[in-house]
């Protein structure tokens, strides 16, 4: 139990373009989802918290015009990150916690990453 | 301020060298601590979630456990297949969406 995907696994895409990953709990109800950034040989960078229906909470410092995050049900989120340039290049990943069969769990799950390239 | 310290930053094991990590912490309040362990390239994978001091968890070759400032995560007799990076996350009472995360462990064990 408790699975998150994420799609796409990987993307390239050329600087001004905008990139959209999607987030999804497979098997459980994610009221709260994390977006997370890595850096190589770095530890996890939290950008935003989303509650399922309400607007993200962004970490100081990540512009919200640029990622955008939507969190439109319960097992979906998206990141959107909007005109990206090459500094945007990282690795991205989203956690999720919430109720498996009725009951709440405090541990976020991850999903395996999004590994973003911006040429 | 709340914070989590991992240590060693970096820890080599030859296969069946047993050794422990080192997750210490400083909240206003502890909700939970939990370990993950992450390989290259993907996300973290979910270990364990300690909630009371005294409080310890099993699988497999780990063990977790827990006291009112520290965690350490035991591993007995790794395998080559333990290597990873091991992360440890608090959890404060004040605000059950706010989590902080270690810089991580990164264990080699070596055949």
């Known amino acids: 139990g408790a699975v998150v995907s994420q799609h796409p696994s990987w993307v390239i895409c050329k600087s001004g ?6 987030c999804r709990s497979l098997d459980f109800q ?5 977006w997370y950034r890595q850096f190589p040989k770095q530890s ?9 229906g309400s607007k993200a909470t962004y970490e100081q410092g990540v ?8 969190h439109a049900s319960l097992t979906l989120s998206t990141l959107t990150v909007t005109s990206a340039h090459p500094e945007d290049s990282s ?4 956690s999720a916690r919430g109720r498996l069969a009725g009951v709440s769990f405090g541990e976020q799950y991850f999903g395996p990453g999004t590994r973003l390239t911006v040429t | 301020e709340d914070q989590v310290t991992q240590s060693p930053e970096a820890l080599r094991l030859q296969e069946g060298e047993s050794s422990s990590l080192n ?19 993907k996300g973290p ?10 409080e310890e968890k099993e699988k497999e070759r780990l063990k977790a456990t827990l006291t009112k400032k520290e965690s350490f995560l035991h591993i007995t007799a790794p395998k080559p297949e333990d290597s990873a990076t091991y992360l440890c996350a ?10 902080y995360f270690g810089s991580g462990t990164k264990l080699n064990v070596k055949p």
């Open chain 2, 23 to 41: 997750c210490s912490y400083t909240v206003s309040g502890l909700r939970g601590l939990f370990w993950y362990r992450q390989d290259p390239g």
């Open chain 1, 17 to 22: 373009t905008s990139v959209k990953i999607e």
């Open chain 1, 44 to 52: 996890l960078m939290l950008m935003a918290t989303s509650n399922e």
């Open chain 1, 63 to 70: 512009e919200k015009d640029k990622f955008l995050i939507n």
């Open chain 2, 90 to 99: 608090v959890q404060p009472t004040w605000n059950f969406n706010k989590f």
């Open chain 2, 45 to 54: 994978e979910f270990l364990f979630t300690l909630y009371s001091a005294g």
């Open chain 1, 91 to 94: 690795f991205y990943i989203c």
């Open chain 1, 30 to 34: 994610a009221t709260t989802m994390f």
